[in-house]
């Protein structure tokens, strides 16, 4: 098209197309631009941007323009604009805003971080990787910011620190090194107190210093939460760069906002970008972070994202895209003991984190919220639940859920109770909360135990004491009861979650703008806070990729990956598998995916399953999207080969998972066989060395065919194919099974987990 032509029909578009309408409410909407059709009359994309915007709205405002993650821009228009600007040329998405949620030291020797090869490579002037951490900002006091000991700030950064209330320039160091503050689509949505929220990188909420801490922080010695968890605090990579990107608020983390952060994180130079935020699961150009994470890894960065808190229900997971590291939660061997004591002399244990004045050594009368309420709530101690006179001075034992845990206790204090034990109603999965007044999270057997005392003696009695810090907890680590579970509900031959790490009872750094509960009743501050969740487990993660980075500069995000899952271990020393602590049962690659990480092992993996740009474009055309779509991806630069068959099982993943179709007829037909090939390809980063296969399995229902069966490497970086056929007979559908496929040479073992399912 002729320029003139070009400018005649914008001119056209923007008469035909502008209405102003008044009645109608406006939203944020994130605008994704064909950048290969921009008419020559526009020098800059900008312009482009502001003349498509205006030709549907006179009065909108551009909220942010994006470059890297994206071509486009943000906006807050009506849903009428919104459906005219999706007509125009040069439109492919127009989306709207979609709000997500955060997820909410030991670990480092629990995770073999301490031995002294491992301390010696990381004892340097610090390290030129950089993390990125997409939060809720940082508190600059925190002691694991503290750059002592390091060297300039690498040349590659490209990054600032912002400066704002409670947040100077001076804030950064050579350990922060990057600071900003993404507040423009949650400003108009609900504009921001200034009273209670800083318009700028400070942390309100304390959630983002304890992931960013948790990646990287320096180490602190004599660190502990009032007592509780003390020794050496340090984040997984000590010597790591941070940079901190501030994209959550109170209200949440708006989609247009984390966008924006993302891209600055690409354009800044980070290595590591870590993502302790989930939403609702859907389509992958429809979920924000899947696709921005897409833009990333095509940079070489590395993107970590938590699971999310909603196991242990199956197919609960989120942030399931293949080229995200999707990290569920497990224990570590730690654990914070509160015991009760019953009138009748039985001791059942808990967990507390309780630091006030313990209760006094004699037995106390106990009571049941559920006989004292006639709200069908009030067995769960909900505010307003408990009449006054009838708790005074006495223990409340109250249920879990409809409100915060430590917020229960405040209820039982206010209705003058001095102490309360919190039980489960299902599962035994357990964690430690700061609470107000005496107390002891129990699991349902010790509830429905103290229940029964209760309603059967006519003066029960109780106490409550705590037992302090306990180390060398076995069995250790346990699947965490709320890591979300696969199977991958999006696509399901990805294996998902992609492996397990330390999220319960994490200490870290926290800010000195909230209290530990993050509850206005409480007073408390403290420099390092215990908190639980996959927003735990995905900076670890982090933390261990920028230590494998640091390795092996070389590597690709899927071969940091790949190193990470195929060095996991999903049994115990004595060769028992992993326990879920929902079920007390072993847990399976639903739960666990690969294992838990092993990042000493990890640093030789011997070989890697690497995948590139092309690999995941790939895999997005095996899913029969649109040119259209495809172009959000690729920057209208390529597109799906027509006539080349694509296939999700090609993804070069370190994992397998193969749903099979179940027969019809009574018990699934189990005359009938269904035969499904995957293809993979291993990488060499370690010596010449010959590998050989073997295949555990617990059914007999597959057989497993791999080809060829033995892979020599004569030299570091070469390529050796091999493919594996699943022949499975029919089961009965919601039927599971597992295996796993083993390449051994020499000292090194590549395991991938195998996960059946027939539906």
């Not at 030129?128 to 006091?141: A, K, M």
């Not at 409480?522 to 215990?530: G, V």
């Not at 991806?633 to 080349?644: E, M, N, Q």
């Amino acid at each position: 098209m002729k320029p003139r032509n070009a400018v005649l029909l914008m001119a056209i578009v923007v008469v035909f197309c502008y209405r102003y309408v008044a009645a109608q409410p406006h939203k944020t909407y994130i605008v994704h631009m064909d950048k290969s059709v921009k008419p020559l009359v526009f020098p800059k994309h900008l312009e482009w941007y502001e003349t498509s915007m205006r030709s549907v709205s006179k009065s909108a405002h551009m909220l942010y323009a994006y470059d890297k993650v994206m071509h486009g821009f943000s906006a807050r228009l009506t849903v009428e604009e919104a459906g005219l600007l999706k007509k125009q040329h040069g439109i492919i998405s127009v989306q709207e805003e979609v709000i997500y949620k955060l997820q909410t030291t030991r670990s480092p020797k629990f995770l073999g971080l301490e031995r002294n090869d491992m301390m010696l490579s990381w004892s340097g002037s610090g390290s030129d990787v950089i993390i990125g951490v997409v939060d809720t900002g940082v508190w600059p006091g925190s002691k694991s910011l503290d750059d002592t000991g390091f060297g300039p700030v690498p040349h590659s950064w490209k990054g600032k620190c912002q400066s704002g209330p409670g947040f100077n320039v001076t804030s950064c160091n050579k350990k922060l090194i990057g600071a900003r503050y993404f507040p423009k689509s949650y400003d108009i949505y609900g504009s921001i107190d200034e009273n209670l929220e800083s318009m700028s990188p400070l942390d309100d909420d304390g959630h983002g210093t304890h992931t960013a801490t948790t990646a990287a922080g320096s180490v602190v010695t004599g660190a502990s939460f009032f007592g509780f968890a003390k020794g050496k605090a340090r984040g997984m990579a000590p010597r790591a760069r941070l940079a901190v990107y501030k994209a959550c608020w109170t209200g949440g983390c708006f989609s247009s906002d984390i966008l924006a952060a993302m891209e600055k994180a690409i354009t800044d130079g980070v290595h590591v970008l870590s993502l302790s935020i989930v939403g609702t699961l859907t389509d992958y150009p429809n979920d924000i972070i899947a696709y921005a994470a897409f833009k990333a890894v095509s940079h070489g960065i590395f993107v970590s994202c938590s699971a999310g808190n909603d196991g242990p229900e199956p197919l609960t997971l989120t942030n399931v895209a293949p080229w995200m590291a999707t990290v569920g939660a497990g224990t570590l061997d730690r654990d914070f003991p509160a015991y009760v004591t019953l009138g009748n002399g039985k001791r059942l244990s808990g967990v507390s984190l309780y630091t006030g004045k313990p209760l006094p050594g004699s037995m106390i009368p106990l009571v049941f919220a559920g006989n004292l309420s006639n709200m069908t709530t009030g067995h769960q101690c909900v505010p307003g639940s408990l009449p006054r006179g009838h708790v005074t001075g006495k223990i409340v034992m109250c249920e879990r859920g409809e409100t915060s845990r430590v917020e229960k206790g405040l209820v039982v204090k206010a209705a003058g109770g001095v102490g309360m034990i919190l039980a489960n109603i299902v599962g035994e999965d357990l964690m430690a909360d700061p609470h107000l007044i005496p107390s002891a999270a129990v699991g349902q057997k010790a509830g429905d135990e103290i229940k029964q005392y209760i309603v059967s003696d006519h003066n029960p009695t109780a106490t409550i004491t705590s037992g302090g810090t306990q180390l060398n907890v076995q069995p250790a680590p346990v699947v965490a009861g709320f890591s979300s579970r696969g199977p991958n509900p999006l696509t399901p031959e990805i294996l998902k979650p992609d492996f397990i790490a330390p999220g319960v009872d994490i200490l870290a750094g926290w800010t000195n703008k909230e209290s530990p509960t993050g509850l206005t009743e409480d007073p408390r501050r403290t420099e390092f806070n215990i908190v639980s969740g996959t927003s735990m487990s995905c900076p670890h993660v982090s933390g261990l990729a920028a230590l494998l980075k640091e390795a092996h500069p070389e590597w690709s995000p899927a071969a940091i990956k790949s190193a990470l899952m195929t060095t996991a271990y999903s049994t115990y020393k004595n060769g028992e598998g992993l326990q879920d602590a929902a079920t007390g049962m072993p847990s399976t690659p639903f739960d666990h995916g690969a294992g838990h990480v092993d990042p000493v092992s990890a640093l030789d993996p011997g070989l890697v399953y690497d995948a590139s740009f092309d690999d995941y474009l790939s895999f997005l055309c095996a899913l029969n999207y649109t040119s259209r779509t495809i172009k959000m991806y690729t920057g209208g630069r390529s597109t799906c080969k027509a006539g080349k068959k694509y296939r999700v099982e090609d993804l070069n993943y370190p994992s397998f998972s193969v749903p099979l179709m179940t027969a019809s007829g009574e018990g699934g037909g189990s005359s009938v066989a269904t035969t499904v090939k995957y293809t993979r390809s291993l990488t060499n980063v370690g010596p010449p060395e010959t590998y050989k296969v073997s295949i555990l399995s617990n059914t007999k229902a597959v057989k497993i065919k791999v080809e060829p069966e033995e892979l020599t490497f004569t030299e570091k970086n070469k390529k050796k194919v091999y493919t594996v056929t699943f022949t499975a007979s029919s089961m009965e559908s919601g039927t599971n099974s597992f295996g796993r496929l083993v390449w051994s040479g020499g000292k090194y073992v590549v395991s991938s987990p195998i996960a059946f399912s027939w539906v």
